[in-house]
């Protein structure tokens, strides 16, 4: 299984970004899709999950403010992330859930910061 996140940067507050996750060698459209965070000094946290029937869940902290989404036709789920704040600042992973199964991407760094 491969998962390829890219779309990460420096971005000023308030700005915006979008992540990008593409799966490869695997069933991605019956694969629960997450974004999970971890900013230095910090344990990795769940950002949001999207499932295979398109249900989606969110940290509170990012609740209005982010949005998942997923493309089964171009095995893609997405993040987009919008009213950035400098505590947004960290490297994102992406994960992939089917069954007991638990995969993760390389991260993509973001940095919220004036």
């Known amino acids: 299984v491969q998962l390829q996140a890219s779309g990460g940067g420096l971005v000023q507050p308030g700005g915006s970004l979008r992540l990008s996750c593409a799966a490869s060698?695997?069933?991605?459209?019956?694969?629960?899709m997450a974004w999970y965070r971890q900013a230095p000094g910090a344990q990795r946290e769940l950002v949001a999950r999207i499932t295979s029937g398109f249900s989606t869940n969110y940290a509170d902290s990012v609740k209005g403010r982010f949005t998942i989404s997923r493309d089964n036709d171009k095995n893609t789920v997405y993040l987009q992330m919008s009213s950035l704040k400098p505590e947004d600042t960290a490297v994102y992973y992406c994960?992939?859930?089917?069954?007991?199964?638990?995969?993760w991407g390389q991260g993509t760094q973001v940095t919220v910061s004036s």
């Open positions: 994960n992939a859930g089917l069954r007991d199964m638990s995969f």
């Open positions: 060698r695997i069933v991605f459209s019956i694969s629960d």
